[in-house]
């Protein structure tokens, strides 16, 4: 099959290059990634993108600095709420999937330590936290309903595996189901 | 002398520190040494009594001398040594150093079954063989102690999932693993130092089974001791196998939630003490794609931006030119520019170019030709890998420079 007669090219690209993530939940464009995932490999390649298959059988591409503004947004969030499940729930992976979470809930500005976190990434209102929680959405980490419920998402695991491999590089929880070393 | 076996017992109980640490020593000792156990565990001020202390012992049937060692040895009977063994079962757990210590045991009664052959010596060699087994028993006792108390804890942290915290769990949980599962692993490892040990005592047991085949009683001794060691591996197989079963789901949530934890807290850590855009550049590949030519309404730092610049008005004015046209100054057109490009045929630097041959240039002559030129197919355009600083007319640029060399038809050959 030629490149360009990928089934939902066009939006995967979009989707893909704004930084989402594509679930099973996102059914037709994660059919074709599945049933061409090395056609599509290929095409992001050429394009300087990484696609990358998760364990967990997501998909999303790499490319840019981590040191993007947004990048460091996002990890202060997730490291500073994995921090507080670990002091407050006898689980951290089970509590983050398992429950939701109502947004007002959310400790991030609730304690000095993490206030000055997330200050320095530009987050020191309840808004600017709003607003960054929309962001997470978009990029396919979590959904927000219209009771201002967090549910976290199966891409969220890429941060678990930040925090895993930090610790022991050596049992690196490698992302790639479909290793591509090259 | 005759004694009844409360009198006995009595006497166990009174001296029962020295039997506990000639038990612990678990080898034969002289008549010194344990006259320096006394010593040392039931100081008398007068020494004599401990003289008293070995010979009674004796009486009692609860130290046996080894009359056909070269000097003359004392060891605790078979069933004072099961008695003790008995009730220091649930203090004893199976470490890593006892393994250890276990194996430099049967090492060193490997070598004295080995002597017992060379000096056709089979009196010897059934004492060995017993020492052997008091070996094996105490791995087997032990292994099936540490599966106990694998499971019980395991039960116990099942239990109290909501009441411990994760941090609390995860050395739990590690502590029990590397204590009671991982040593029993050792037991078992067909790869492991202790294998080879049991190995090698198997093959002197047969060669001694050989060399005495005449002796009934090192025939008996040796059927005994092989299917003690057989049992013990079995049964130590089997209590690895149910302490793990119980163990490793709970084992590898807990260790990878509490690593989660751990990397969490790191990572904070390391946010406060250094610049996290620091700190994020040191991972190895780019976590995000975040490169976007379009703003996104539902994105809401694009949507607060745009609300900011509602109020933004520029210092000079702007002035956009109908397709087609373009905004040159008079004395400059984009034509001067290009035509210059295609005298010099190829050109290392196109920013540098434009600024040096024409004083009137600005940025606009620059990316107007690099438009042109780009699109027109007529040359191959090559960004330089690192990006440099260049001072165009006053302004100071940052970018990565822009060779150009005219592309070659098919027909040229």
């Known amino acids: 099959m030629d490149s360009a007669e990928l089934p939902f090219l066009e939006n995967i690209y979009t989707d893909l290059k704004k930084g989402r993530h594509i679930t099973n939940m996102d059914t037709d464009m994660h059919r074709s990634l599945s049933d061409h995932f090395d056609q599509y490999k290929g095409l992001f390649k050429a394009l300087g993108y990484k696609l990358t298959r998760h364990r967990l059988d997501f998909f999303y591409l790499s490319a840019g600095p981590n040191s993007a503004l947004i990048m460091q947004k996002f990890a202060a969030f997730y490291f500073i709420f994995l921090d507080h499940l670990a002091d407050n729930f006898g689980t951290v992976s089970e509590a983050l999937f398992n429950q939701r979470f109502p947004l007002p809930s959310l400790p991030h500005l609730k304690s000095e330590r993490y206030k000055k976190i997330m200050s320095e990434v530009g987050v020191s209102v309840e808004r600017d936290l709003e607003n960054l929680v929309g962001r997470l959405q978009t990029a396919g980490f979590l959904h927000i309903n219209n009771d201002k419920l967090i549910t976290f998402d199966s891409p969220s695991h890429r941060f678990l595996d930040m925090c895993h491999d930090l610790v022991n590089p050596a049992t690196s929880s490698d992302p790639i189901e479909d290793s591509d070393h090259d | ?413």
């Not at chain 2, 996290?276 to 590949?285: F, G, H, N």
């Not at chain 2, 699109?375 to 970018?399: A, C, M, Q, T």
């Open chain 2, 1 to 413: 002398m005759k004694f009844t076996a409360r009198q006995a017992v009595n006497y166990f109980h009174k001296h029962f520190s020295v039997y506990d640490a000639l038990y612990g020593l678990n080898i034969p000792v002289d008549e010194e040494e344990f006259l320096a156990l006394v010593h040392k565990h039931a100081p008398s001020n007068d020494p004599s009594t401990y003289q008293s202390i070995l010979s009674k012992s004796i009486d009692f049937g609860i130290l046996e001398a080894l009359e056909n060692a070269a000097v003359k040895t004392y060891e605790l009977s078979e069933a004072v040594s099961a008695l003790i063994e008995h009730f220091g079962q649930s203090q004893s757990q199976v470490t890593s150093e006892l393994i250890a210590g276990y194996l430099q045991q049967l090492g060193r009664y490997v070598e004295r079954l080995e002597a017992t052959l060379r000096q056709d010596d089979d009196e010897s060699a059934i004492l060995s063989i017993r020492s052997i087994d008091r070996v094996l028993d105490r791995i087997r006792n032990d292994s099936r102690n540490s599966c106990r108390a694998v499971l019980l804890e395991a039960v116990n942290i099942k239990s109290s999932l909501e009441s411990t915290s994760l941090r609390e769990r995860y050395t739990l949980v590690n502590h029990l693993w590397d204590n009671h599962v991982a040593p029993l692993q050792e037991v078992i490892d067909i790869n492991a130092a202790i294998d080879s040990t049991l190995g090698n005592l198997s093959l002197v047991l047969d060669r001694l089974d050989r060399h005495f085949r005449h002796v009934s009683a090192v025939h008996t001794r040796v059927v005994v001791s092989q299917s003690k060691l057989r049992r013990m591996r079995e049964q130590t197989f089997n209590v690895y196998r149910e302490a793990k079963t119980s163990l490793e789901p709970l084992y590898k949530k807990v260790q990878r939630d509490g690593l989660i934890a751990v990397g969490a807290a790191r990572y904070l850590s390391m946010f406060e003490n250094r610049a996290i855009a620091d700190v994020l550049e040191e991972m190895p590949d780019g976590f995000l794609s975040h490169s976007r030519n379009e703003g996104l309404f539902e994105d809401f730092d694009a949507e607060a931006f745009t609300y900011e610049l509602i109020d933004y008005r520029p210092d000079v004015e702007l002035v956009l030119s109908p397709p087609g046209e373009n905004s040159f100054s008079a004395s400059l057109s984009l034509q001067d520019v290009l035509g210059a490009v295609f005298e010099q045929s190829s050109v290392d630097d196109l920013a540098k170019f434009v600024e040096q041959h024409f004083d009137d240039s600005d940025s606009r002559h620059f990316f107007d030709a690099l438009c042109t030129l780009a699109g027109s197919g007529s040359y191959n355009l090559v960004l330089s890998d690192e990006p440099i600083e260049f001072n165009f007319h006053g302004e100071k640029w940052r970018g990565h420079s822009v060779s150009l060399t005219p592309q070659r038809n098919k027909t040229d050959g």
